[in-house]
């Protein structure tokens, strides 16, 4: 920073006195905007710019303006190439080894950036860019994301002015409970019934990048811009639902779209003429030719709603670039468009599910079940996703899916990189290796930016990313890369690239398997050995001929795992979200509320699931009668609410829309004060065993009893309670609903409650285990029958 030294002159009176400002903070004269883009979980033959079917011609402007780039990795999972992306560190080196709801005491797994880490947003805005971000924002530790904070890791807190956004993995595009302006958690959608987001942020960044333009023209901006898109829900509008169905791109189905995108890849020249194909995996997932009518039907569905939900977010993501173009700004723009996150999700399983928050706890739908959601698909009735088979084939030439760091099918992403006063070599392929950790030293070099060695007052470590900028130069288009090695490691899987050979770890987990169980022992799984000099598509696994250079990257994997913070490997998916960790009810077993306190994210919310429980709500009842929402957490797709419906009380738990389990009173509340009770007494051993790697203490039965001053109205037992989370996207609310109902048959939201409530005390009651249970648990996790 520049020197505040006062430079002029005081004397008594003003006449006599010079005055000075201190400068200000400017970035190098003519100093690029830069406006970095990244989609989700879209692998890379997802856009026609990589050999996709899919019309992305904002990616294919890029490419065809700058250059496309064929051999940039991720993480495999979102939230972790993201920490890399905007910081230019490893994922565990700033604590994202996870997403940030899984996060674990671990420094490479808790989420949190640490201070010697400053992300790009700070490095920019302290060196005079005008910083905003706009979309998905998964680097805020889950256990920080309430309305109190702390915002030290929220957008603004890493050094973005202006955030419009939504906090976590993902949300609803039709009803974002989780949206953001800064600090404020806001509801735009309340009264626009034909609000989607992906438009909406859209028109948000337009109007901000409009506003930097009149008032500071001469500043350079830098944009983050990260839409939902495509990451489940797959939300497009019916129009584009309609459009990208007509084009009947996918009638042929999944093998003979990936042999389809194999020639466009090969045409395109994104991979060499001589790359082989990966295997379809017959032991895993069904060919085409197996498939009866109804699963055609299905799946059909699932991949035009997916497919045009690629084709809106990349047309919204044209209306932003032609803004800047319209400004005349677009010459001296740096924009990064990078393709996906990690490879194509695979989380909808094998057969696609409508409801996402069903589909990652375990619960599959059958085809014939699904089939009611046909016409919906895509609807804010549905928060779908597609089935594996799609999934698969969106990551060809290459094998496995998101979440497997090992394979390039969960970590290839295609880029593209323009900047026209530079890059002259138009339409030009890199094939360097590199990873999503090079892309802010990037930044840096073309904004003739330093790292900083200091931030806020803290020394600063230096990146662990190398600048592409040297392939911005035609003379460099068949330079080696800058980067030399780089580990991968996501829920276990591990593999360690050096100088052209590959070691993976053979996949030991189907990436759409949750259960939780078996292999946990991820430093023993087998190695598998590529030659990617000779073998592009990790094809060929040449570990039995090449046993010294096998052992020389498996050292080498350990060697980096320790100095990055990957230490120690867990190969559990899900089930830690369970698990116990810092946030504002952390550590507590009473809650009390009175009034109206809406929008608590599920990350600091009381957890009630896997443990007993009681609800104790003291109201007042208004002489025309009670109507609306005593408490709730979740929404349409899961979750639960006590409130009072038509003058009686209600509680009802939504098994993510299967069942719709209530417990009710017969008689209307007369007016005046009345005590409700909510008590569940659940049969599990609770989260609890998970320590011991068994999730058996999940998902179990329980009995709930409604009571009324004292008097029991309804008693049942629910035979499985939902495992590991609730709807993610919504809140925890008290006198109200935000998002969306837990019943859409019972009322709409806000649902306010139209009574006094004096009082509200959640009391938690979790299970311990004895004795017995912990001598059985760890002759189940040493191998052993619990008989034994």
Same mark, same amino acid.
């Given at each position: 920073?520049?020197?505040? &030294?006062?430079?002029?002159?005081?004397?008594?009176?003003?006449?006599?006195?010079?005055?000075?400002?201190?400068?200000?903070?400017?970035?190098?004269?003519?100093?690029?905007?830069?406006?970095?883009?990244?989609?989700?979980?879209?692998?890379?033959?997802?856009?026609?710019?990589?050999?996709?079917?899919?019309?992305?011609?904002?990616?294919?402007? +890029?490419?065809?303006?700058? +250059?496309?780039?064929?051999?940039?990795?991720?993480?495999?999972?979102?939230?972790?190439?993201?920490?890399?992306?905007?910081?230019?560190?490893?994922?565990?080196?700033?604590?994202?080894?996870?997403?940030?709801?899984?996060?674990?005491?671990?420094?490479?797994?808790?989420?949190?950036?640490?201070?010697?880490?400053?992300?790009?947003?700070?490095?920019?805005?302290?060196?005079?860019?005008?910083?905003?971000?706009?979309?998905?924002?998964?680097?805020?530790?889950?256990?920080?994301?309430?309305?109190?904070?702390?915002?030290?890791?929220?957008?603004?807190?890493?050094?973005?002015?202006?955030?419009?956004?939504?906090?976590?993995?993902?949300?609803?595009?039709?009803?974002?409970?989780?949206?953001?302006?800064?600090?404020?958690?806001?509801?735009?959608?309340?009264?626009?019934?034909?609000?989607?987001?992906?438009?909406?942020?859209?028109?948000?960044?337009?109007?901000?990048?409009?506003?930097?333009?009149?008032?500071?023209?001469?500043?350079?901006?830098?944009?983050?811009?990260?839409?939902?898109?495509?990451?489940?829900?797959?939300?497009?509008?019916?129009?584009?639902?309609?459009?990208?169905?007509?084009?009947?791109?996918?009638?042929?189905?999944?093998?003979?779209?990936?042999?389809?995108?194999?020639?466009?890849?090969?045409?395109?020249?994104?991979?060499?003429?001589?790359?082989?194909?990966?295997?379809?995996?017959?032991?895993?997932?069904?060919?085409?030719?197996?498939?009866?009518?109804?699963?055609?039907?299905?799946?059909?569905?699932?991949?035009?709603?997916?497919?045009?939900?690629?084709?809106?977010?990349?047309?919204?993501?044209?209306?932003?670039?032609?803004?800047?173009?319209?400004?005349?700004?677009?010459?001296?723009?740096?924009?990064?468009?990078?393709?996906?996150?990690?490879?194509?999700?695979?989380?909808?399983?094998?057969?696609?599910?409508?409801?996402?928050?069903?589909?990652?706890?375990?619960?599959? +739908?059958?085809?014939?079940?699904?089939?009611?959601?046909?016409?919906?698909?895509?609807?804010?009735?549905?928060?779908?996703?597609?089935?594996?088979?799609?999934?698969?084939?969106?990551?060809?030439?290459?094998?496995?899916?998101?979440?497997?760091?090992?394979?390039?099918?969960?970590?290839?992403?295609?880029?593209?990189?323009?900047?026209?006063?530079?890059?002259?070599?138009?339409?030009?392929?890199?094939?360097?290796?590199?990873?999503?950790?090079?892309?802010?030293?990037?930044?840096?070099?073309?904004?003739?930016?330093?790292?900083?060695?200091?931030?806020?007052?803290?020394?600063?470590?230096?990146?662990?990313?190398?600048?592409?900028?040297?392939?911005?130069?035609?003379?460099?288009?068949?330079?080696?890369?800058?980067?030399?090695?780089?580990?991968?490691?996501?829920?276990?899987?591990?593999?360690?690239?050096?100088?052209?050979?590959?070691?993976?770890?053979?996949?030991?987990?189907?990436?759409?398997?949750?259960?939780?169980?078996?292999?946990?022992?991820?430093?023993?799984?087998?190695?598998?050995?590529?030659?990617?000099?000779?073998?592009?598509?990790?094809?060929?696994?040449?570990?039995?001929?090449?046993?010294?250079?096998?052992?020389?990257?498996?050292?080498?994997?350990?060697?980096?795992?320790?100095?990055?913070?990957?230490?120690?490997?867990?190969?559990?998916?899900?089930?830690?979200?369970?698990?116990?960790?810092?946030?504002?009810?952390?550590?507590?077993?009473?809650?009390?509320?009175?009034?109206?306190?809406?929008? &608590?994210?599920?990350?600091?919310?009381?957890?009630?699931?896997?443990?007993?429980?009681?609800?104790?709500?003291?109201?007042?009842?208004?002489?025309?009668?009670?109507?609306?929402?005593?408490? &709730?957490?979740?929404?349409?797709?899961?979750?639960?609410?006590?409130?009072?419906?038509?003058?009686?009380?209600?509680?009802?738990?939504?098994?993510?829309?299967?069942?719709?389990?209530?417990?009710?009173?017969?008689?209307?509340?007369?007016?005046?004060?009345?005590?409700?009770?909510?008590?569940?007494?659940?049969?599990?051993?609770?989260?609890?065993?998970?320590?011991?790697?068994?999730?058996?203490?999940?998902?179990?039965?329980?009995?709930?009893?409604?009571?009324?001053?004292?008097?029991?109205?309804?008693?049942?037992?629910?035979?499985? &309670?939902?495992?590991?989370?609730?709807?993610?996207?919504?809140?925890?609310?008290?006198?109200?609903?935000?998002?969306?109902?837990?019943?859409?048959?019972?009322?709409?939201?806000?649902?306010?409650?139209?009574?006094? +409530?004096?009082?509200?005390?959640?009391?938690?009651?979790?299970?311990?285990?004895?004795?017995?249970?912990?001598?059985?648990?760890?002759?189940?996790?040493?191998?052993?029958?619990?008989?034994?």
């Amino acid at each position: 920073m520049p020197d505040t &030294t006062f430079g002029g002159t005081i004397e008594r009176n003003a006449l006599q006195s010079k005055p000075y400002w201190p400068p200000r903070v400017v970035p190098p004269e003519g100093a690029p905007n830069v406006l970095l883009i990244m989609t989700d979980d879209s692998g890379y033959a997802v856009p026609s710019t990589f050999g996709g079917v899919i019309p992305t011609p904002t990616l294919d402007r +890029l490419a065809a303006e700058g +250059l496309r780039f064929t051999n940039m990795h991720s993480t495999a999972v979102c939230s972790a190439t993201r920490a890399s992306l905007l910081t230019g560190f490893n994922h565990h080196q700033v604590g994202f080894g996870t997403v940030s709801e899984t996060a674990t005491g671990y420094p490479g797994y808790n989420s949190i950036i640490t201070g010697d880490k400053a992300p790009v947003g700070k490095i920019m805005r302290d060196n005079g860019y005008a910083t905003s971000w706009f979309g998905k924002n998964h680097n805020t530790p889950a256990f920080q994301t309430s309305a109190l904070g702390p915002f030290d890791q929220w957008p603004t807190g890493m050094g973005f002015e202006y955030f419009y956004g939504f906090m976590g993995g993902d949300t609803n595009q039709w009803q974002p409970a989780n949206l953001a302006r800064n600090t404020t958690y806001i509801y735009p959608f309340e009264d626009d019934p034909d609000f989607n987001l992906t438009t909406a942020m859209a028109d948000e960044a337009i109007e901000h990048i409009r506003k930097i333009d009149a008032l500071a023209p001469d500043k350079p901006f830098f944009i983050y811009y990260a839409p939902g898109g495509t990451h489940a829900p797959h939300h497009p509008t019916p129009e584009w639902i309609e459009k990208i169905s007509k084009m009947r791109l996918f009638d042929d189905g999944w093998n003979k779209l990936r042999e389809t995108i194999f020639e466009n890849q090969k045409t395109l020249g994104v991979i060499p003429a001589d790359a082989k194909m990966t295997p379809w995996p017959e032991d895993l997932l069904k060919t085409w030719e197996d498939l009866n009518e109804d699963d055609k039907k299905l799946y059909l569905r699932q991949v035009d709603v997916f497919a045009a939900y690629v084709a809106y977010t990349d047309h919204e993501i044209g209306r932003v670039i032609e803004t800047i173009e319209d400004l005349g700004k677009i010459d001296n723009t740096l924009i990064i468009y990078i393709a996906g996150d990690n490879g194509t999700s695979a989380e909808g399983g094998l057969d696609g599910t409508p409801n996402e928050v069903m589909s990652v706890q375990g619960v599959s +739908l059958p085809v014939e079940a699904q089939l009611k959601y046909y016409d919906a698909w895509g609807s804010d009735l549905t928060y779908p996703h597609m089935s594996v088979g799609w999934s698969w084939a969106f990551d060809t030439p290459f094998s496995w899916t998101k979440m497997v760091a090992s394979h390039f099918g969960g970590t290839r992403q295609g880029m593209a990189i323009s900047w026209p006063a530079v890059i002259k070599d138009k339409g030009g392929i890199r094939n360097q290796f590199h990873h999503v950790i090079d892309v802010v030293p990037t930044i840096l070099e073309a904004a003739r930016l330093q790292q900083p060695t200091e931030v806020e007052g803290i020394p600063q470590a230096p990146m662990e990313g190398v600048s592409m900028a040297y392939t911005f130069d035609a003379a460099n288009a068949d330079a080696d890369s800058t980067r030399k090695t780089q580990y991968f490691e996501m829920i276990g899987d591990h593999a360690i690239y050096h100088d052209g050979w590959i070691a993976s770890s053979k996949v030991m987990r189907a990436p759409w398997d949750n259960s939780g169980k078996g292999n946990h022992d991820p430093a023993s799984w087998p190695w598998e050995l590529y030659d990617l000099s000779k073998d592009w598509t990790q094809y060929e696994d040449v570990a039995a001929q090449f046993p010294e250079k096998l052992k020389e990257l498996e050292d080498l994997f350990w060697k980096e795992a320790e100095r990055n913070q990957v230490l120690p490997l867990n190969a559990t998916t899900f089930t830690r979200m369970v698990e116990p960790r810092p946030s504002l009810a952390a550590g507590r077993s009473v809650f009390t509320y009175s009034g109206e306190l809406t929008g &608590t994210p599920n990350g600091d919310a009381p957890s009630v699931l896997a443990t007993s429980y009681n609800f104790k709500a003291e109201i007042d009842v208004p002489k025309e009668g009670a109507e609306g929402m005593i408490v &709730t957490q979740g929404g349409r797709f899961a979750g639960y609410g006590f409130y009072v419906l038509k003058g009686k009380p209600v509680f009802t738990w939504n098994l993510v829309d299967l069942k719709r389990q209530k417990w009710a009173g017969e008689e209307v509340l007369s007016p005046g004060k009345h005590t409700l009770e909510f008590d569940f007494k659940y049969d599990g051993l609770g989260a609890a065993t998970l320590a011991y790697g068994s999730p058996s203490g999940l998902g179990q039965s329980g009995t709930g009893v409604l009571k009324v001053d004292g008097k029991v109205v309804s008693t049942q037992k629910m035979e499985k &309670t939902i495992p590991m989370t609730l709807q993610w996207d919504e809140n925890f609310d008290v006198g109200a609903d935000t998002g969306t109902p837990v019943d859409d048959q019972d009322y709409k939201v806000p649902f306010r409650f139209n009574g006094k +409530l004096d009082k509200l005390t959640l009391t938690i009651d979790r299970p311990e285990l004895s004795p017995e249970d912990i001598k059985k648990l760890e002759a189940m996790l040493h191998g052993n029958s619990a008989s034994e």
